[in-house]
């Protein structure tokens, strides 16, 4: 692997495309860490050191801006405009027939698609830095009211420039990850979100060795190894179904007779579930603030803001495993793969083509789906889990969102640069 490395920056382009790719790293985690004009600092960051952030419901937002967020940094949205508006555009082609057109339409479709997103990216963003900025006018962004504003005057017009300027800041990032896609080596936002959720782990795992020692600091780096192996070996794992394809006479040419596979992943949804949960798991939290003197409230703020109680952990593993159906029902058509199999002369050993190619694509897909889910809803719960074992914070970084993440883009970049490697005969990085 490491001889692999050598030859990755021994190739010039190769070299070119990894070092622009870490120059434009560097920008955006110094764009994560200027304070936004119009925010007091030194506030915000004496409320950071005492643990305020940690109180906080914004911790899926704060950990895709790699903790820029709670700082109301120039990044502060990070990249989760982008991932909702994404998802949004995902969920709608299978609604709306105009979406569903332009996906088959290629690559002017999915560039018609694409240019949706950012609109919608940009609308998002600004929704999502008025609300920030409300809280943190009336200073419930890092938890509780005493704290006073976080900005540096309640003026409207210091209101507006902090919303611009995290507006302006998630256009930058988008732009950013089209440049890494684009003159670097490929999957631009992908490396960006990694990159935020990397940040977070030196001091997350120093706080743990801080609060609780080197032997508690040690079982947990052994633990999130166990857990980085365990979740790598499920990322690659399969079910692949052959097909095969008839001859067939074009004019003088033979074409067909080749076999095939469709592979269908045991982990089909990714990490939409699991952020789908939490997102969920958010409202009934978010709307107990507006009414904290309802007997309903008092109940949510007992039992679903802490990750630590017994009714939040069964809530969020059965979300998880519900949206992991969910997502892969609509991202995963059977009876259009079976059609396409159908239309180029492919069919599966033993199974006649079209109906009966889509139910047994069915067939095989819910019964994958199903340790699918429960291995997202448990490493989803791994975080939780180490709550009341280690006693560690909700910043736990083995598990949950963040090792989702961190081991997918990781294995997708390293798949990007064997690529590479293989067209110039040299060996991989996977063997």
């Known amino acids: 692997m490491l001889s692999a490395f050598v030859n990755a920056f021994r190739t010039p382009d190769l070299r070119r495309k990894l070092l622009f790719v870490l120059f434009i790293i560097a920008l955006f985690r110094l764009g994560s860490t200027i304070p936004a004009p119009g925010v007091d600092y030194v506030k915000v960051h004496q409320l950071i050191g005492e643990g305020g952030a940690q109180q906080s419901l914004l911790g899926l937002v704060n950990l895709f801006s790699g903790g820029a967020l709670l700082k109301l940094t120039v990044f502060a949205l990070g990249i989760m405009p982008y991932i909702t508006a994404s998802i949004i555009l995902q969920l709608l082609t299978v609604v709306i027939p105009r979406l569903e057109t332009l996906k088959k ?26 609300g920030i900025v409300a809280l943190a006018r009336s200073g419930e962004l890092l938890g509780g009211s005493g704290n006073g504003s976080l900005l540096i005057d309640d003026k409207l017009s210091t209101m507006v ?23 670097g080596i490929g999957n631009g936002m992908s490396i960006l979100i990694f990159t935020s959720v990397i940040s977070a782990f030196p001091s997350a795992l120093w706080n743990i060795k801080n609060s609780q020692g080197w032997s508690v600091f040690a079982i947990v780096i052994l633990l999130g190894l166990a ?31 080749t076999s095939t596979y469709i592979p269908l992943k045991i982990n089909q949804a990714g990490v939409i579930p699991v952020i789908f949960a939490s997102s969920l798991l958010y409202l009934p939290a978010l709307a107990s603030q507006f009414h904290p003197n309802a007997s309903w409230s008092t109940w949510v703020q007992l039992n679903l803001v802490k990750g630590d109680h017994p009714i939040y952990m069964l809530i969020y593993f059965l979300l998880n495993v519900f949206f992991t159906y969910f997502y892969v029902a609509i991202t995963f058509n059977p009876e259009e793969v079976s059609d396409n199999m159908k239309k180029y002369g492919g069919f599966v050993p033993g199974i006649r ?79």
């Open 353 to 431: 083509a079209g109906r009966p190619t889509q139910d047994y694509l069915s067939y095989v897909l819910s019964r994958i789906t199903f340790p699918g889910s429960l291995y997202l809803g448990i490493v989803a719960l791994v975080p939780l889990i180490a709550l009341v074992l280690v006693n560690a914070n909700q910043n736990f970084p083995f598990g949950g969102t963040s090792l989702l993440i961190m081991v997918g883009v990781g294995l997708d970049t390293i798949k990007q640069i064997e690529s590479q490697l293989q067209q110039r005969h040299y060996e991989g990085f996977l063997r």
């Open 105 to 130: 339409e290629g690559q002017a479709g999915t560039a018609k698609i694409t240019q949706y997103t950012r609109y919608l990216t940009l609308g998002l963003a600004i929704l999502q830095s008025t």
């Open 161 to 183: 420039l902090v919303v611009i300027t995290m507006t302006a800041g998630t256009a930058t990032i988008m732009w950013l990850g089209e440049l890494i896609t684009e003159r």
């Open 227 to 257: 857990i980085i192996a365990a979740v790598i070996f499920m990322e690659q794992a399969q079910r692949r179904i052959p097909v095969q394809y008839a001859r067939r006479m074009v004019g003088r040419k033979m074409f067909g007779g």
